[in-house]
Nanobody
Framework: QEQLVESGGGLVQAGGSLRLSCAAS????????MGWFRQAPGREREFVAG????????AYADAVQGRFTISRDNTLNTVYLQMNSLKPEDTAVYYC???????????????????WGQGAQVTVSS
């Protein structure tokens, strides 16, 4: 069974940057779509960014387009989320997720993902 562990969260001032990492174990992620989601207090979990398995096509939520970048290093079995120009409204717990269908395309719905990390807190102060 796959396990995902996020790291790199923390407290940053508005305008700053953070890079989240998601290290996978138990399964090679190279053949699977990966995604990042976030959940702020009192709000539903929402899609942030996704990357397909092979072609590495990416997609982003409108709120983070142009500021966040998702990438993957299959040799390290790790997915990243580079977050620049952070805003207070980016404050949330960020979750990494992976799919189970090999060589699938991009996934943007949480129901399309099976494995989830425990989450990393990101707090952006104004």
């Amino acid at each position: 069974q796959e396990q995902l562990v996020e790291s790199g969260g923390g407290l940053v001032q508005a305008g700053g940057s953070l890079r989240l990492s998601c290290a996978a174990s138990g399964r090679a992620i190279s053949r699977y779509a990966m995604g990042w989601f976030r959940q702020a207090p009192g709000r539903e979990r929402e899609f942030v960014a996704g990357i397909s398995a092979i072609s590495r096509i990416t997609a982003y939520a409108d709120a983070v387009q142009g500021r966040f970048t998702i990438s993957r290093d299959n040799t390290l079995n790790t997915v990243y989320l580079q977050m620049n120009s952070l805003k207070p409204e980016d404050t949330a717990v960020y979750y990494c997720a992976s799919g189970v269908t090999p060589y699938s395309g991009l996934k943007i719905k949480s129901d399309d993902y099976t494995y989830w990390g425990q989450g990393a807190q990101v707090t952006v102060s104004s």
